[in-house]
């Protein structure tokens, strides 16, 4: 019996889940499944410009693993452009990021005000620490990984 894909972390989730050719109905078009996850390798990668082995952390997950969901990303997103197939955006093993919360003094920060401009790392923005940790939104849900910068 394989393991539990591990969860991935994703900071961005999509407002718009299907893209198809225009012209043609959705209900005559074949489709292809790109999960959350999927989207938010590629969004790292291609959008934000990121390496590998940043993305994978901000993902949470192996520079290997990382490699493996973005050449999937990319396969299914190329399937569809050339054979004119709709991509439907679902499911996945992803936990959704809502902010960090600094382990040094406590602070609960946001997503995309966690940065620091000059350098593109994760710092607090209250004392200046590096050390902070995601946090999955919701009450009683909060989901954290030691040393995640």
Avoid at 73 to 97: C, D, Y
């Amino acid at each position: 019996m394989p393991r539990p894909p591990i969860r991935r972390y994703v900071e961005h989730l999509p407002h718009i889940t299907h893209f198809k050719p225009a012209g043609v109905p959705l209900r005559d078009l074949q489709e292809v499944e790109l999960t959350v996850d999927e989207l938010e390798a590629l969004r790292l990668k291609d959008l934000e410009g990121l390496e590998q082995e940043e993305a994978a952390e901000r993902m949470g997950v192996a520079r290997t693993t990382f490699r493996r969901v973005l050449v999937s990303a990319r396969s299914k997103v190329t399937e569809a452009l050339v054979h004119g197939k709709a991509i439907r955006i679902q499911g996945g093993p992803f936990v959704h990021i809502a902010g960090a919360l600094c382990a040094d003094c406590g602070e609960q920060i946001d997503t995309g005000h966690w940065r620091d401009l000059h350098t593109g790392s994760p710092v607090c923005p209250r004392c200046g620490s590096p050390r902070l940790e995601p946090v999955a939104p919701g009450p009683g849900r909060h989901r954290r990984r030691r040393g995640w910068q």
